[in-house]
Structure formats: C-alpha cells, structure tokens
C-alpha cells in the first residue's frame, strides 16, 4: 500500500472516529446542555430563602436539557460552592430553593448534571434587615405631565433596606401601585432601570429604584398624588416598616 492510499484511509477513519464522538445522545434522562440563568436576587437573609420579585422563595434558576429538546429532572442537577468558604455559606431545601447558613460577602456556586458544569454565579450571605425606610433621595418626588411630553411623565424613586443604619444591597424590594387619581390618569406603569415593566428592584449602591410613568387621560387637568407601596420580607416576615407606603405628588395640565 503506497503512502498516499494510507493517507486516505487514515483521513477516512478520523473522520469516523469525530462523528462517534459528536452523535448526541436521544436519551430523554441524559443531559447534553446546561442552562444556569441569573439568580432571583443577589443576596440571601442568614435563616432565610433566596427570594424573587414576588417576595416569595425562588427556586434557582437552573435546567438541564437532554438531547431531544426536553427537560431533564431536577434530581440530575446539583448545585456546589467552588471553594470551602461557599461551602459553609449557603444550604439547598426541596431541592433547588437556596438557603442562607453563613454571612458571607462572596458565595459563588456552579451547576452540575452529568459531566456539564454551569458558569459561576456569584450572590452573598447577609444579617437580617431591621428596616425598611424611603430614601431621602426620593423625599420631594412628583410627576409633572405636560400634553405629548413623554419625558415629563415619569419619576424615579428610591427605597432603602437597612441593618440598623447600614444599607443592605443585593436583595429584592417588591412595589406596586396601591392607588392613582382615576379622573387624571388612564394608567400608571412601574418600570426598571431597563425601561421594562417591573414589580420589584434590586438594592444596589445603598437604595432600590422603581420609575412611575403615569399616563394623562385626554384633556385633564389637576393635582393630586399616585399612592406607591414598598415591602421586604426576611425570615418569613414583613421588615419593620413594610409595608411603606407612600404618596408621589402628580401635576397634570
């Protein structure tokens, strides 16, 4: 057999071997793909569950996918810290629902199923909150709407969360509208930083901002004010001062 004839069938069993290599299994319970979304929020109470925008636990965003397209169940998938320090910090409950166990500035975790490992997602541990308060930032908030001038329609606001006077960030501080002049507005939207709709913001830098965009009925003109609630929960409780509640002074002509 001369040189270029081995060649030849030498390239031919390479490429047999990589398609062995890459056919990607159809076993409903085999995961081939690994999905780790961001985290519900970015701190958790000691004692307590990560919770979502709703105040309510959150089970960590994490599946697994076999090669079909469907999802593989929950007991393939396990959650680790990466070093001891994380290890000691965080705990799992029915599963996927993340626990506080150590107060901790750093905890980072990876997802596994199978031989697939998740990207690092990174949150902290911390002591309960004492109080939920408005920030003095927000203390002169109001609306003023002029006709077609959409800039005008809209203010931020601002809540803190705090241990004793130390401002807790990372957890999620949930808002909605309790109560808005009918005669005035036709609606009035709750929105992130992001421009999307929103019912709850992230403590982040000392404060938890929430933007109120109201929208005038045609033709009306007046004061009055769009009445905007605050809540916290930790440990299964509302936090002192939560709910808060809290008028923005709205101007429409």
Do not use: W
Not at 133 to 160: E, G, H, K, Q
Not at 237 to 253: D, E, K
């Amino acid at each position: 057999m001369n040189g270029a004839r081995r060649g030849v069938i030498a390239a031919l069993l390479g490429c047999v071997t990589v398609a062995a290599c890459t056919e990607v299994s159809t076993d409903p319970q085999v995961p081939v793909s690994l999905q780790f979304d961001s985290l519900p929020a970015l701190a958790v109470v000691v004692g307590d569950t990560m919770r979502d925008g709703t105040l309510q636990p959150a089970r960590l965003p994490v599946r697994a996918f076999s090669g079909n397209g469907s999802t593989v169940s929950d007991s393939q998938l396990r959650v680790l810290g990466i070093d001891t320090t994380s290890v000691k910090a965080f705990g799992l409950v029915n599963g996927l629902f993340l626990t506080g166990k150590v107060v901790t500035a750093a905890v980072r975790i990876v997802a596994q199923a199978g031989g697939l490992q998740s990207q690092t997602q990174t949150f902290a541990v911390v002591a309960a909150p004492t109080a939920l308060t408005r920030s003095a930032a927000s203390a002169s908030d109001s609306i003023v709407s002029l006709p077609l001038d959409s800039v005008s329609r809209f203010v931020d606001t601002r809540v803190r969360v705090l241990r004793d006077t130390t401002p807790v960030n990372g957890l999620r501080v949930h808002f909605r509208v309790a109560a808005f002049p009918a005669a005035l507005l036709d609606s009035v939207r709750l929105v992130g930083t992001d421009g999307r709709n929103a019912t709850s913001a992230l403590m982040t830098g000392g404060a938890a901002l929430i933007r109120v965009k109201v929208y005038p009925k045609t033709g009306a003109t007046g004061t009055d004010s769009v009445l905007l609630e605050a809540s916290i929960n930790a440990l299964g409780a509302s936090v002192p001062g939560s709910p808060l509640t809290f008028p923005i002074r709205l101007t429409v002509f």
